[in-house]
């Protein structure tokens, strides 16, 4: 398995905050009240926030609150007589309490932002992704109707193995089992296709990047051949799994091959997709679509992966940036770059984990 250097650091994390606290509160007490030490448990709090989500960063809070509260106590008891130092003391202890609930305040606030803004980027992705489904209804009717066409005809001829005078069984259940697989693969396609649509969060699994781009150009292949556009795949054997969100992976592909056949629609000569896998030398996996179509934008080569930044005439604009900020989620990443000849190559690449290798057959065309 992969090592976790971010689960480790998370894990001192509390720690270390609980160590901040107490130096903090033995200062507080061994320092003369008039100097506000307690100030520095706003420190303690923004490291709680980091870690914490919700009402329990007010157990924190709170707890800094009565630490200061006793420190104030405490350093009373050894400047007794001093009555100068003692109100100002818990005039700073006032405001030390009063700065600590208006930070905590914030970041819970703060906080509540950060998730709106995450659940509006996850209900961003379903609609680009209902929207790209929208647009390959001919492609999923095609693809299903392959299986559901061999039930039938194997269901035909499982029948007429059996009416005859003399049943041929053998032959009737070899056609039986192939209704089986037909049915299984129909089932399969609509399960998978089910899945594009589902809207929430996934967990990350090991995914095998070659299986998801066969699956992928499946899928795509009525709309490719109603473009006139062949899909060439070029897989590297032997590639290790990604830990990656197998839907939102599935989009990444789906939009940037959807881009690549758009960009061929209107030019003449070879319309070729040429998709490629292989495993990079800092233990990254990287894939290449690359297109003989138009080639990047000269006026926006430098923003293609910004939100609303479109060439096509009825683009939303949002497909790239949605691919850009999956990609990142996995700790991965996305560019694009102009091809020698003619069209575009993008690109994305993502930490392998520390799975078997998958072997797969080298290439086919589409």
Not at 11 to 17: D, V
Not at 221 to 228: I, L, P, T, Y
Not at 273 to 290: A, C, F, G, K
Request: proline content about 4%.
């Amino acid at each position: 398995m992969m090592s976790r250097p971010s689960s480790t650091r998370s894990n001192l994390f509390p720690l270390a905050t609980v160590a901040a606290a107490l130096g903090v509160f033995t200062a507080d007490v061994l320092t003369r009240p008039e100097y506000v030490v307690s100030g520095l448990y706003l420190i303690v709090v923004l490291m709680g926030g980091s870690f914490i989500r919700g009402r329990a960063l007010w157990l924190v809070s709170g707890g800094c609150m009565a630490l200061t509260i006793v420190a104030q106590f405490l350093a009373h008891r050894l400047v007794l007589g001093n009555d100068q130092a003692t109100y100002i003391g818990a005039f700073n202890t006032i405001v030390s309490v009063f700065a600590m609930g208006m930070a905590t305040t914030l970041i819970l606030r703060g906080q509540a932002v950060q998730a709106a803004m995450n659940q509006a980027r996850l209900d961003l992705a379903h609609v680009s992704r209902v929207t790209t489904m929208g647009e390959l209804t001919a492609s999923i009717a095609h693809e299903v109707n392959q299986p559901i066409a061999g039930v039938v005809t194997n269901a035909s001829a499982c029948l007429r193995w059996l009416a005859g005078d003399n049943p041929d069984l053998q032959e009737a259940r070899a056609a039986a089992t192939r209704i089986v697989r037909d049915g299984t693969r129909a089932a399969e396609i609509i399960s998978r296709i089910r899945l594009i649509f589902m809207k929430g969060e996934r967990l990350r699994e090991p995914t095998d990047i070659n299986q998801l781009i066969r699956e992928t150009v499946d899928l795509l292949g009525n709309q490719a051949a109603r473009e006139s556009v062949t899909i060439r795949t070029d897989m590297a054997a032997g590639i290790p799994v990604v830990a990656a969100d197998r839907v939102q992976l599935q989009q990444v592909l789906l939009n940037l091959i959807l881009n690549g056949i758009d960009a061929m629609k209107d030019v003449s000569g070879t319309r070729e997709l040429i998709i490629r896998s292989q495993l990079s030398q800092n233990d990254e996996v990287t894939v290449y679509v690359s297109d003989h179509g138009v080639g990047l934008p000269s006026q926006h080569s430098d923003n293609i992966f910004d939100a609303f930044v479109t060439t096509k005439p009825h683009g939303t604009g949002m497909g790239l940036s949605i691919s850009r900020t999956i990609i990142e989620n996995h700790d991965g990443r996305l560019w694009a770059t102009p091809n020698e000849s003619r069209g575009a190559t993008f690109a994305f690449s993502l930490p392998a984990a520390q799975e078997s290798p998958v072997d797969v057959a080298p290439s086919r065309p589409s």
